[in-house]
T-cell receptor, first 115, second 112 residues
Framework: NAGVTQTPKFRILKIGQSMTLQCAQD?????MYWYRQDPGMGLKLIYY???????DKGEVPNGYNVSRSTTEDFPLRLELAAPSQTSVYFC??????????????FGPGTRLTVL | TQLLEQSPQFLSIQEGENLTVYCNSS?????LQWYRQEPGEGPVLLVT?????EVKKLKRLTFQFGDARKDSSLHITAAQPGDTGLYLC????????????FGQGTRLTINP
């Protein structure tokens, strides 16, 4: 199993550009998550999904959109990139319905810089 | 404001010393997880505690969940350079929500 994969690893965007961060998992997990990690701030939840076709907002959803058409994929869309979105983005997945008692498996992250 | 406060945020000690990292909140959690993160990688789960007062050991690492399920600690005995990394606590189930809230992390450096 590849686990959770993310592409790209690094990206530089100009202000106002858009992009999609890709995330895929091959563990047949129901739950998938997008986090951002800023220096000294831990991880903040952006969006999460409990299954294909079902998504919900986390703590910091503004400026982002998600969709989940399959169990395996959970892309994160940035529209009109802003310098405040400079961060490292992590995708994660877990299996159990009570997700907070289960193991979350994280991808390697995407480092995004908006200039 | 941070729902989960970790202390210290930075810690640099010599190999062989003992240390404790704290994770505190004014909120009650259903569970508390500890993750370790290496540079350039995603966090990896170390342990989950779910019962107030619960203690779990992972080799030289001892994790404790507070009796009131508002705080947790991570104690490392005889620290080794391989323990270097970012340690994150994460609380789950606050107000029944099925997601985790992370602390800001403790960056630990063990010097040979």
């Amino acid at each position: 199993n590849a686990g959770v994969t993310q592409t790209p690893k690094f990206r530089i965007l100009k202000i106002g550009q858009s992009m999609t961060l890709q995330c895929a998992q091959d563990m047949n997990h129901n739950y998938m998550y997008w986090y951002r990690q800023d220096p000294g701030m831990g991880l903040k939840l952006i969006y999460y999904s409990v299954g294909a076709g079902i998504t919900d907002k986390g703590e910091v959803p503004n400026g982002y959109n998600v969709s989940r058409s399959t169990t395996e994929d959970f892309p994160l869309r940035l529209e009109l990139a802003a310098p405040s979105q400079t961060s490292v983005y992590f995708c994660a997945s877990s299996y159990l319905a009570l997700a907070f008692t289960d193991t979350q498996y994280f991808g390697p992250g995407t480092r995004l810089t908006v200039l | 404001t941070q729902l989960l406060e970790q202390s210290p945020q930075f810690l640099s000690i010599q190999e062989g010393e003992n240390l404790t990292v704290y994770c505190n909140s004014s909120s009650v959690f259903s569970s508390l997880q500890w993750y370790r993160q290496e540079p350039g990688e995603g966090p990896v789960l170390l342990v989950t505690v779910v019962t107030g007062g619960e203690v779990k050991k992972l080799k030289r690492l001892t994790f404790q969940f507070g009796d009131a399920r508002k705080d947790s600690s991570l104690h490392i005995t005889a620290a080794q350079p391989g323990d270097t990394g970012l340690y994150l606590c994460a609380g789950g189930g606050i107000q029944g929500a099925q997601k985790l809230v992370f602390g800001q992390g403790t960056r630990l450096t063990i010097n040979p």
